[in-house]
């Protein structure tokens, strides 16, 4: 069987935890408690035929007072992003975190994830930055813990990119 650490990353309260939740334990809850430090569960799937154990670490999320540490991220294999559709800050915070990521680890596969898509008449990401942003080569997935939408597939697709060796490197 093979193992990968993956990384949830993004502000507080972006929905992190629930996507995490909702993939692991088939679980949402309304109630929100924010992660402290980091979190690790696990899962294990299969992709095109392989058993994989994913060991998926939540890491607190992180604004202008707190950064994600290096040492969460050590030895991740990829990484989920993970932007709040209602927040449009939140993708601008996650557009740092990426960068900082590549700067320190290199190119890793990703996915950036626009969570909350059952709130979605109240987003302030607009199609045009959705569009701009794939093509700036980023992958972006609609997700909703809440709704169960896309969450699977997140996860799945970022799994099958890390056994592809998918990391392109984006263009700034």
Request: glycine share 8%.
């Amino acid at each position: 069987m093979i193992k990968k650490k993956i990384c949830l990353l993004g502000s507080f309260a972006v929905g992190k935890t629930s996507l995490t939740r909702r993939f692991v334990d088939g679980i949402f809850a309304d109630t929100y408690l924010s992660t402290i430090g980091v979190k690790v569960d696990k899962k294990t799937v299969v992709v095109d035929g392989e058993e994989v154990a994913l060991i998926i670490w939540d890491v607190a999320g992180e604004d202008e007072f707190e950064k994600v540490r290096q040492s969460y991220l050590q030895g991740m294999a990829g990484y989920l992003l993970v932007v709040d559709g209602t927040r449009k800050g939140t993708l601008s915070t996650a557009l740092s975190i990426h960068q900082r990521v590549e700067a320190e680890s290199g190119p890793l596969p990703f996915l950036l994830l626009i969570n909350k898509s059952d709130l979605a008449e109240e987003w302030e990401i607009d199609n045009a930055t959705v569009g701009s942003l794939t093509a700036r080569g980023y992958q972006v997935m609609e997700t909703s813990a809440k709704e169960e939408t896309g969450v699977d597939e997140a996860f799945l697709a970022l799994t099958t990119n890390i056994l592809n060796g998918k990391c392109d490197s984006l263009q700034s």
